[in-house]
């Protein structure tokens, strides 16, 4: 079965920790991207990748960044957590070479941070 | 990319269709209606695109108007197992599935 795996489902962080969130996928797709999902507010787009050493902004970067350092793992890095980053934090891949371009989703990461 | 406009949620009978519809009256040409789901706890799952024409596949049918600014996806029988919310996003081609999710529907299939 192809999939992308998060490395944690839950992960519980004090205030102004360095927090790592791992991604991976087994597909060989050439895109990645981070989400985080907040009641209320839907999924949000952090930042997204579309090849390796690549990285884009997506709408709310403040306070992440990313690594992608090689084509199946797509990091985001929280540099110093804070409360209002507690959240569902969801990874997903998808391939130029799939015409429909879906995204694939990992399971997701629930991030509490205190 | 347009944005879309759904209800917050539905009610609908195990073996029924369900239909939930979409509005995006602001849609480019070249833009694709695209249909996803989250199931609780899960991260959402891709059901079926289309640009024009009505689509159908194992999962579902799109039916998208004429003139484009609206559609509906129908689930011909929900099952319990179809309990999720469900998002209808708007995207033009070429963006790599970077995709803006909204709050979707929530359907709440029922015995």
């Known amino acids: 079965d192809v999939k992308v795996t998060q490395s944690s489902r839950y992960l519980v962080k004090r205030t102004g920790e360095k927090v790592f969130l791992e991604c991976v996928q087994d597909m060989d797709h050439e895109n990645m991207f981070w989400y985080r999902q907040d009641p209320g507010l839907g999924l949000r787009l952090i930042y997204f990748?579309?090849?390796?050493?690549?990285?884009e902004k997506g709408d709310i970067p403040e306070g992440y960044s990313v690594s992608r350092e090689k084509k199946e793992r797509f990091s985001l890095i929280l540099e110093s957590a804070s409360t209002n980053q507690t959240s569902m934090y969801l990874c997903?891949?998808?391939?130029?070479?799939?015409?429909?371009?879906?995204?694939?989703f990992g399971s997701g990461t629930q991030l509490s941070v205190l | 990319d347009a944005k879309t406009t759904q209800p917050t949620s539905m009610d609908c009978a195990e073996g029924r269709a369900a239909n939930l519809p979409c509005n995006h009256s602001t849609i480019s040409g070249n833009e694709y209606v695209y249909w996803y789901r989250q199931i609780h706890s899960q991260g959402p799952q891709y059901i079926i695109h289309?640009?024009?024409n009505n689509e159908t596949n194992e999962m579902a049918s799109l039916i998208i108007t004429e003139d484009r600014k609206s559609s509906t996806l129908i689930l011909p029988h929900a099952t319990l197992r179809d309990t999720a919310v469900y998002y209808c996003?708007?995207?033009?081609?070429?963006?790599?599935?970077?995709?803006?999710f909204g709050t979707g529907t929530r359907l709440q299939v029922t015995l």
């Open positions: 289309g640009l024009k």
């Open positions: 997903a891949s998808s391939s130029f070479r799939d015409r429909r371009e879906k995204l694939l």
């Open positions: 990748s579309y090849d390796v050493k690549m990285k």
């Open positions: 996003i708007v995207s033009s081609t070429g963006t790599a599935s970077k995709l803006t």
